[in-house]
């Protein structure tokens, strides 16, 4: 059950009871627990509105509140808030119902589910993939599972870049410096370095800027032979992204690059000119937004279309965001795209509004990922640092951590958990803050076994699956239908952190921020690390004892769903 939803709506009942008005409670979880464990901040707008002193009007809400079930004492604080303890008994009911709820862990569905394209990774082929794509993968496979877990129905589309000027470069870059051997073997770094010759060639020689757009025009013509060379850029690079992808255990439902939308483009521009909507300036076709004022201030136009009649980057994004309308029948599109593309993403949004597009459009942005000296990731040589080196030191980094912590495990164990604990570090520290501040990529903070980090957190769990192993307990066969008792503080705190995790999972996929899945389980991981060390499990007495195992039960079970929506498995032993 979703907690604060529910006494959120209990509150709107007892204000509704009070004052006869439909006003929002503004419930809230509280921020210091010896207050209360919610607050109730709607009592002074109310009573404005109302007409009535907001103390008084308190008294009145905070008596009905009184006498439900769920809350123990209700008492008016300041000018007019309102402070709710739960009761427990109330608590340990809602804890026997989520362990009984093996299949959902007590989250409910949505009401109402949506179609959600959710559109992530995204690399541009001919350039190399880097740890800004390697921030949408992990965020938008994130969201996907969140999203599906809450009953919405997702495809997750792989918006290549896989079209573009840049492949007349690549092609003449290909006859001259290319070997096919090796854009076999290593697609995406041959592609990288073929592309930065080519294009310090075609600044040096005006000669070969005009190849390249000759090519780039038999390209687009259908020209057999530079289509074939296209095809194999693709192809090889597919091969080598699946790798990445089959690592990180990310999948997609399409890939539909923006070469899939090419033979669109023409109408959709016509289009957006017939409406009105886009009109010729200097010769190109542009939109402008004079009636949109935060847009207009930026005297930005978008670009549909070029002098030359090239297309751009957000033609692409306009046919793409129609197909997805209708063809795959969305209601809802995310965008896990960088940043620092938000303008071409509220000028998208713009002009989909204006062609009468009603899904609900979302730039998912993220900041940049830096390195201890606050300076784009490189490596040693100096290079931008390429995604499967990231990850094999991650992994590697995740033994040498294993063996320094004296975990108790074999060689073998160390090398069989190393992927699972390097690859889950790298995405929780991803996962693990406000997507939208850029962070600090730090190694030895990432794969520490301390500190809100994966690897803490995948440990916590194996602790507790070890404390079932040594008394020989079947978590499954715990009884939900005995009484509970929760008595110890540090059962209390953790009690009351365990039934916040439905409404933690809605508002993370509500406002896709799965940072504040990993909030929870940190805390979560901390608490019960506190009742661990004062309340004994194992040897306590047969009263306390079920609590106590029932409590660790669902510890475990949480951080393991939660991990799982995260994209991060949780082994049971380390
Ligand atoms: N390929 C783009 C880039 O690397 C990201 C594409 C994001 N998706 C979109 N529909 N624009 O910057």
């Given amino acids: 059950m979703r907690i604060e939803h529910y006494l959120d709506e209990l509150a709107a009942e007892a204000i509704m009871k009070a004052s006869g008005v439909a006003a929002p409670a503004l419930l809230r979880r509280a921020k210091d627990p010896s207050f209360g464990d919610y607050q109730i901040n709607g009592v002074m707008p109310l009573a404005k509105i109302a007409g009535k002193p907001p103390r008084e009007l308190a008294r009145s809400i905070a008596e009905n509140l009184a006498s439900q079930e769920a809350i123990s004492r209700a008492e008016v604080a300041g000018p007019g808030f309102i402070n709710l303890h739960l009761s427990l008994d109330w608590i340990c009911k809602q804890l026997r119902s989520m362990g009984a709820d093996a299949k959902r862990d007590g989250v409910p569905l949505v009401e109402k589910a949506d179609k959600i394209v959710v559109d992530f990774s995204s690399p541009n082929i001919a350039k190399q993939m880097h740890v800004g794509h390697l921030r949408s993968t992990i965020i938008g496979d994130a969201l996907i599972r969140l999203l599906r877990f809450v009953g919405h129905e997702v495809i997750g589309d792989n918006h290549l870049g896989d079209w573009g000027t840049q492949f007349g470069l690549l092609i003449v870059g290909m006859r001259r410096f290319g070997s096919r051997d090796e854009l076999k073997r290593n697609p995406i770094e041959e592609l990288g370095r073929i592309y930065k010759l080519a294009n310090a060639a075609a600044k040096q020689d005006e000669a070969v800027a005009d190849q390249a757009r000759l090519e780039l025009a038999k390209l687009q013509a259908g020209d057999g032979e530079n289509r074939e060379i296209w095809k194999s850029f693709l192809e090889t690079s597919r091969v080598e992204l699946e790798r990445i992808y089959g690592r990180l255990g990310v999948s997609f439902d399409t890939w539909l690059g923006e070469s899939f939308y090419q033979d669109m483009l023409d109408d959709v521009v016509a289009d957006l000119v017939k409406r009105g909507i886009a009109r010729e300036d200097g010769g190109a076709v542009c939109v402008f937004f004079d009636d949109i004022s935060e847009l207009a201030a930026l005297k930005t136009p978008l670009i549909v ?81 390429s995604l499967s080196e990231l990850l094999d030191r991650a992994e590697e980094r995740a033994a040498e951590r294993m063996r320094c912590e004296g975990l108790n495990l074999s060689a073998q164990q160390i090398s069989d958990l190393a992927p699972i604990v390097g690859i889950g570090a790298i995405k929780y520290v991803d996962l693990q803050q406000n997507r939208l501040s850029d962070y600090q990529f730090d190694w030895d903070k990432m794969i520490s076994f301390k500190g809100n980090s994966g690897p803490y957190l995948q440990y916590a769990h194996a602790r507790i699956q070890a404390v079932f192993r040594k008394g020989g307990i079947e978590p499954k066969s715990l009884m939900t239908d005995t009484p509970l008792y929760i008595e110890h503080d540090t059962e209390i705190a953790l009690a009351k952190q365990l039934i916040c995790f439905a409404d933690t999972i809605h508002q993370a996929a509500e406002t896709s921020y799965p940072h504040l899945i990993c909030d929870h389980l940190y805390s979560l991981a901390r608490l019960f690390s506190s009742f661990y060390e004062q309340c004994p499990v194992l040897k306590a007495e047969p009263k306390q004892r079920t609590t106590r195992l029932l409590l660790s039960s669902i510890v475990s079970r949480q951080i393991k769903r939660g991990l799982a929506l995260l994209g991060i498995e949780a082994p049971n032993r380390m």
Avoid: C, W
């Avoid at 692409?316 to 063809?327: E, G, P, S």
């Avoid at 979302?362 to 040693?380: A, C």
């Fill in 305 to 385: 279309q070029k002098k030359d009649g090239a297309f751009l980057y957000a033609t692409t994004d306009i046919a793409t965001a129609l197909y997805r309308r209708d063809h795959l029948l969305a209601n809802r599109v995310l965008y896990v795209v960088d940043q620092r593309q938000s303008l071409h993403f509220r000028q998208l949004f713009a002009v989909m509004a204006k062609l009468g597009v009603t899904m609900r459009l979302e730039h998912i942005g993220f900041g940049s990922v830096l390195g201890t000296d606050n300076k784009p990731l490189k490596t040693r040589e100096g290079n931008l640092i």
